[in-house]
């Protein structure tokens, strides 16, 4: 079945970087569309990035553009996320996951098949 596991998360001071990682396991290593989603106490979950792995499509959500970068690396199965200056609302369980579609067409709004266990990323 269908594996995810982050890691990279930390504490870092305002204006710092973190670069997540999510390692996938999966039949199929580019024909699917991966994300990363974030989640802070008393808050809704929230979309941050996504991919489609076929041809490196990227979407942000508004709140991180021209900060954060998600990126994939097929050779290692693995989907980044890039967070450069970061601001301490950008604190949250940071989430990968992935849903077994050709490209990311729906935006985060759109169900996803398998959820990682989540990364704590805290910005003091």
């Known amino acids: 079945d269908v594996q995810l596991v982050e890691s990279g998360g930390g504490l870092v001071q305002a204006g710092g970087s973190l670069n997540l990682s999510c390692a996938a396991t999966v039949n199929s290593n580019n024909l699917n569309c991966m994300g990363w989603f974030r989640q802070a106490p008393g808050k809704e979950r929230e979309g941050v990035a996504s991919?489609?792995?076929?041809?490196?499509?990227?979407a942000y959500a508004d709140s991180v553009k021209g900060r954060f970068t998600i990126s994939h690396d097929n050779a290692k199965n693995t989907v980044l996320l890039q967070m450069d200056s970061l601001k301490p609302e950008d604190t949250a369980v940071y989430y990968c996951a992935i849903r077994l579609d050709i490209y990311c067409i729906g935006g985060f709004d759109t169900d996803y098949l398998t959820w990682g266990q989540g990364t704590q990323v805290t910005v003091s």
């Open positions: 991919i489609t792995r076929i041809h490196g499509g990227t």
